[in-house]
């Protein structure tokens, strides 16, 4: 059962890099053609697509985010990871990590495991 | 980019049927997957491609799709089912994720 888990500081101050970890537990990050995410939720509200990778090194991110994010992965630590610069108090929200869901012999656009979220406050 | 359109809130009777509707131009082209998310969890897949349910999910949830319109139908809903529910597709240009605002379902 593949299990993930993100991790990173709880507070951010404006204008820093945001940095969380999604640590990948009975599986691996480098194995199958997934595509691993980052999705946000902030308080009270929708949920926002950020981007994804593939191992393959094979990213997009969300253009709403103006580059401001970068996704990389670290196989020797069964890690993905991901990077906000320049945040301010809109980044503000519970950070989810997500893998695609495969099945089949076949790969779908849906993501079947989700981490349980951690939540990220910017504020000086 | 293209956006997906849910209503923001739906209520349906204990054991009635409801619909959730979500709206985008992006659906003609791809399938959406429905997600439901209780309040302090994390979201959970329902529904994906045509009519797919992951494994434990309720033969209650199903999907349809008509034009630029996908559904999420619960038969016979329970008191457990009351929670947020978004939709998620591939935007027009192929490359992007989306999802739909919400919609909070109340179960009376």
């Known amino acids: 059962q593949v299990q993930l888990q993100e991790s990173g500081p709880g507070l951010v101050k404006p204008s820093e890099t945001l940095s969380l970890t999604c640590t990948v537990s009975?599986?691996?990050?480098?194995?199958?053609?997934?595509?691993w995410s980052w999705i946000r939720q902030p308080p009270g509200k929708g949920l926002e697509w950020l981007g994804y990778m593939y191992y393959s090194g094979s990213t997009n991110y969300n253009p709403s985010l103006n580059s401001r994010v970068t996704m990389s992965e670290d196989t020797s630590k069964n890690q993905f990871s991901l990077k906000l610069s320049s945040v301010t108090a809109a980044d503000t929200a519970v950070y989810y990590c997500?893998?695609?869901?495969?099945?089949?012999?076949?790969?779908?656009?849906?993501?079947?495991?989700w981490g349980q979220g951690t939540m990220v406050t910017v504020s000086s | 980019s293209s956006e997906l359109t849910q209503d923001p809130a739906v209520s349906v009777a204990l054991g009635q049927t409801v619909r959730i509707t979500c709206q985008g131009d992006?659906?003609?082209?791809?399938?959406a997957s429905w997600y439901q998310q209780k309040p302090g969890q994390a979201p959970v897949l329902v529904i994906f491609h045509k009519n797919n349910r992951p494994s434990g999910i309720p033969d209650r949830f199903s999907g349809s799709r008509s034009g630029n319109t996908a559904s999420l139908t619960i038969t016979g809903a329970q008191a457990e089912d009351e929670a947020d529910y978004y939709c998620?597709?591939?935007?027009?240009?192929?490359?992007?994720?989306?999802f739909g605002g919400g919609t909070k379902l109340t179960v009376l």
């Open positions: 997500a893998r695609q869901y495969c099945g089949g012999g076949k790969c779908y656009d849906a993501f079947d495991i």
């Open positions: 992006s659906l003609r082209r791809y399938y």
């Open positions: 998620k597709s591939r935007d027009t240009n192929d490359n992007d994720l989306i």
């Open positions: 009975g599986g691996s990050v480098s194995s199958g053609s997934y595509y």
